[in-house]
């Protein structure tokens, strides 16, 4: 394949990262212009991408492929707005969990998603940014939560990304030890026979529920980035519930709790609106922080 020259696809390409060999013997490595070589209407023929590249131009051409070794801003938002791809993914609120800007930028996209390949498929050991283990691994990912994991655990900072001033048991560092030993949504089983017991849709019991059903990374306007609406998490449920939104007030989280969450023998507050339209949880009006918390042993927990 040459410069402008067979626009045949390379269908192993399923990282899209241009290394050092780039080009004829490596010479197009280090290059900015892609349009010098690359003509826009004849590559990605047979791909759901081809026309919002066509539309976006040769800016959009190092957000997939890397920044070919100058060091210029990989873009990304050029695509993913609110105008573009409104959910993909959904942006709206104030809290995001960005790593410095108030606001939305491609440096922090990059952060998390060093090389997706855009295929309309989430797929956390491709689409997420590798990290290395505690033993210096670059273990793949088998869910989403591991990836969370890398950063927010005790023993094994991120360089860039410590949180060393956190009180020992803060959920920042003390999310790996919950979420291994103690919370209910992570690997230990809950017993599924409580008083209140009983979840939504097609859910079952002695499931693993992704940090990422409850928290949303790209925007929500609850504090510590809890979703605001059901479609920005809760992967697991009907979209069909998607817009039901979520407001957490004052340790309140009976809206979040009752997507999933609805109890068989209605009892305590069980046949109560939350306030989103949806029933099915106990002590609906109260702060459900006290008990229902991470890391909590004594009490219910989280
Ligand atoms: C000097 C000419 C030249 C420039 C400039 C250039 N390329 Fe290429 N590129 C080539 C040639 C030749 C090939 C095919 C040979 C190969 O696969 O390395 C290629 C292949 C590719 C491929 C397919 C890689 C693969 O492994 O099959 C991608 C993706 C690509 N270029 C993206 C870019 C992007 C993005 C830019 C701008 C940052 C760019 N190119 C700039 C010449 C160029
Ligand atoms: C949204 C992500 C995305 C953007 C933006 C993008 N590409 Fe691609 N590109 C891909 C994917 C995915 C493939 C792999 C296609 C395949 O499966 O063969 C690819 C393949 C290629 C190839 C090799 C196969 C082919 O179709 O010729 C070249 C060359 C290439 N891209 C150049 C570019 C250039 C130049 C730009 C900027 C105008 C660009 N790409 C922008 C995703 C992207
Ligand atoms: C702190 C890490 C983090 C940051 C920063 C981040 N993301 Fe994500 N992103 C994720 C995770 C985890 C998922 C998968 C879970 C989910 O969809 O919520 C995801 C999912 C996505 C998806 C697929 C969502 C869907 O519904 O199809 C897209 C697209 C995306 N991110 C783009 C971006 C863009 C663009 C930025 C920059 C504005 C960005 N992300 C910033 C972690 C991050
Ligand atoms: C030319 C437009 C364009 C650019 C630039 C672009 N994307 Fe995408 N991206 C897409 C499209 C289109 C999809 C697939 C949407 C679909 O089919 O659901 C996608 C999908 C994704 C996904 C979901 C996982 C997957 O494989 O589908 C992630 C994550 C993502 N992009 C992150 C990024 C990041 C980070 C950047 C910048 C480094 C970026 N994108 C640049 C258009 C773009
Ligand atoms: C690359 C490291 C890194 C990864 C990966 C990461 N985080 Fe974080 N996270 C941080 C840092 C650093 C902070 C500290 C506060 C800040 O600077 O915003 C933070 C803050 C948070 C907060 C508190 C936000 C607030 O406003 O109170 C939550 C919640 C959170 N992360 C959840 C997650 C989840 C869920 C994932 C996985 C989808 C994840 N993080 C992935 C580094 C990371
Ligand atoms: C995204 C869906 C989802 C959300 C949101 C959710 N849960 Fe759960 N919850 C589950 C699933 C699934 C289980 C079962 C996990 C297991 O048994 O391993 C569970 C289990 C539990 C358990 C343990 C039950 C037992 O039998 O031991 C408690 C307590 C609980 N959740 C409380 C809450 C509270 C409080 C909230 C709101 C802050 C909440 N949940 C939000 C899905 C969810
Ligand atoms: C005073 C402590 C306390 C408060 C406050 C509290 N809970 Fe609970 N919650 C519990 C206990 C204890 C259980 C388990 C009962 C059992 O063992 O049968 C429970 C069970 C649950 C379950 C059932 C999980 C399952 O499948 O078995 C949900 C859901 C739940 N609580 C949601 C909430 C929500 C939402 C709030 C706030 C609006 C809240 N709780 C406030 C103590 C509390
Ligand atoms: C079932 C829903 C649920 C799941 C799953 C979940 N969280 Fe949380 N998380 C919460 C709730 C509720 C809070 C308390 C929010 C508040 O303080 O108002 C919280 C608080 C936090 C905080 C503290 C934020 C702060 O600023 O004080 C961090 C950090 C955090 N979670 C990270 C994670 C990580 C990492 C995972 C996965 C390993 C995860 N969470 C899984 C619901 C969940």
Redesign the pocket.
Known sequence: MGCNGD?S???N?TH?IVDSSHGIDGAAYGLAD?GAC?A?N????T?N?RD??ADK??A??M???GDNGTSELRACLI?HNSIDLPHTPWQSGHFTHNFNDENSSDKDCVTCHVSS???GHFVPEIDLTSYPNVNGHQQVYNTISEFCLRCHNRDNPQVGFEMSEQTYNHPLIAMQDNYNFVDKHGWIDGIGTRTYNGLRSDYQYASLVECTDCHTMHGTNNKALIIDYAGKGGSKLSSDLENYPVTITDGNSAQLCVLCHQMQDIIEQGAENTGNGLTGVHAVSEDCSICHSHGETVQAGL
């Open positions: 626009d696809q390379d269908d390409l899209l892609c690359h826009i004849i590559i990605h023929e791909l991408i919002i590249v131009g040769f959009t051409c957000g997939c492929h695509c390949d855009m295929n």
